[in-house]
């Protein structure tokens, strides 16, 4: 298991000039000690474009690959390149909305949520799910597809010790996904569990936020290349750590 695959993401990233000058020393992606953030993008999304994405490039293991790609986006100065699209399905209905991802490791891809909001109900009942990195500064997307199940209580417990103490009162007080009646009405929920939990050291996790995993069968890269001619790589699991990889037409 690759070492760069089992890390927790941070929503917190240093300033893009910070991450310009880690470039620097890093895979030397790009030259120029004067660049500033948007001739970085623009000089990543170049080379990639020009050398094009091959397997090879990419290697055997798609969460490896994956993390060159998180790290790349991050290096790039890419705002909240751990955040993703998560559709899940209800019935013949599909819907899609933003989620951070929060660790990814073989075992799949982790975000933290209202088990009791429209996608924990719409999981609940039919866990399949797509995940989608829209990272298109660097002419990229990486789609996968894959089944999801609640991370463990010791695990969502110690994520939700890690937020915030506003995050950890909003997770109390907001009913994710449903109708309210205005803003005053939330206001007085953060205000209750405020009072509630003032004397309180420790913010206990609500019973209903908790997290995902989703174990990928499916995981696509995607490279933008000159005359709409993309690459497209994608692994598909045959077995518990094997994956084929094929290329498709853009
Ligand atoms: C960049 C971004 C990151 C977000 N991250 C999360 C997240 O990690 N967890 C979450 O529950 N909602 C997150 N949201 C809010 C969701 O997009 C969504 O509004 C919420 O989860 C309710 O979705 P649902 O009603 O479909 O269940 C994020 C939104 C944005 C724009």
Request: hydrophobic share 35%; net charge neutral; proline share 8%.
């Amino acid at each position: 298991m690759p070492d760069q695959s089992i890390r927790p993401w941070h929503t917190g990233h240093a300033s893009p000039r910070v991450r310009h000058a880690c470039s620097r020393s890093g895979a030397g992606t790009f030259s120029g000690m004067t660049t500033g953030p948007t001739s970085l993008i623009a000089s990543l999304r170049v080379e990639y474009a020009d050398r094009g994405l091959t397997a090879e490039d990419l290697g055997p293991d798609p969460t490896a690959a994956f993390a060159k790609w998180h790290d790349a986006a991050a290096t790039a100065g890419l705002h909240e390149p751990n955040a993703m699209v998560v559709s899940t399905v209800d019935g013949s209905a599909v819907s899609s909305r933003m989620v951070l991802l929060k660790g990814v490791d073989q075992r799949g891809f982790v975000f933290y949520t209202n088990t009791e909001s429209r996608k924990g109900h719409e999981l609940a009942v039919n866990p399949a799910c797509a995940l989608l990195f829209p990272w298109h500064p660097l002419e990229r997307q990486v789609r996968i597809e894959g089944t999801a199940a609640l991370v463990s209580a010791e695990e969502a417990d110690r994520y939700f010790a890690s937020r915030p103490r506003g995050s950890q009162l909003g997770a109390w007080a907001s009913p994710q996904s449903e109708v309210v009646s205005g803003r005053p009405y939330l206001a007085e929920r953060y205000q209750h569990e405020a009072d509630r939990f003032t004397d309180a050291e420790v913010v206990p996790r609500p019973p209903q936020w908790s997290g995902y995993r989703v174990r990928p069968h499916r995981i696509e890269f995607w490279q933008g290349r000159p005359g709409r001619m993309h690459d497209r790589i994608v692994f598909e699991r045959v077995g518990d750590e094997t994956w084929a990889v094929e290329r498709l037409a853009p």
